[in-house]
């Protein structure tokens, strides 16, 4: 069975700080996205990567895909409370076939 | 707007009675799929659909079914609940043909079973 290993699991930092959050897998995948969902609703897809050593920066949002494609990385800089919520990362297969990390969950205090 | 929509919200039910939960999408999207979540276990697939009548099953499809029998509609159904099928459900879809199955999300249905 395929896994996707998130961690940590649970962080809680102070606005202004930086954070990394890590996605590790022992198998390929052709693609990997990042979710971020609050409270009460689904997932919204911040971003995909694809190739291996993709880096991607949204705002003060930067992913990055491993060179192998078994893993990935959310930075974040100078976090802002707007920033809480549970960040999920999730890979394919070319089968269709969908698996998430446990997720983590992001509390930045003001 | 494009959206994926679920039906109900929210749901109480015994164990053992016929449940279906209803998910449309308004996107021509061919790829749908069920989710449920619960704590420390992340989101877990159940069931997915590639097109019309395709179905395969996720991680978790014991105690679920689906069917596709419209591009717009993927309707989960469980026969028989029992309690460990308590949790918060999601449907999701994506356009495949870019192969990196993008979801976009309902807003979930939280489902107990007593």
């Known amino acids: 069975t395929q896994l996707l290993e998130q961690s940590p699991q649970f962080l809680s930092i102070q606005e202004g700080e930086n954070l990394t959050v890590y996605c590790n897998s022992s198998?390929?995948?052709?693609?990997l996205q990042w979710y971020r969902q609050e409270p009460g609703e689904g997932p919204v897809l911040l971003v995909t990567v694809v190739t291996g050593g993709e880096v991607k920066k949204l705002k003060r949002l930067t992913f990055q895909f491993g060179d192998a494609r078994k893993d990935s990385s959310l930075h974040i800089t100078a976090a802002q409370p707007g920033d809480t919520g549970l960040y999920l990362c999730a890979a394919s297969s070319n089968t269709g076939k969908l698996i998430f990390g446990q997720g983590t969950t992001l509390q930045v205090k003001p | 707007e494009a959206q994926v929509t679920q039906n109900p919200r929210y749901l109480i039910t015994v164990t053992g009675k016929k449940l279906t939960v209803t998910c449309s999408q308004n996107m021509n999207h061919e790829y749908m799929s069920w989710y449920r979540q619960d704590p420390g276990l992340g989101l877990r697939q159940i069931y997915y659909?590639?097109?019309?009548?395709?179905?395969d099953k996720g991680d978790v499809p014991e105690g679920y079914k689906v069917s596709r029998k419209e591009k717009r509609n993927f309707p989960l159904i469980l026969e028989s609940p029992s309690p460990n099928q308590t949790s918060l459900y999601f449907c999701a879809s994506s356009s495949w043909g870019t192969a990196t199955y993008e979801q976009y999300f309902g807003p979930g249905t939280r489902l107990t079973v007593t």
């Open positions: 198998s390929v995948f052709s693609s």
């Open positions: 659909s590639m097109n019309v009548e395709v179905t």
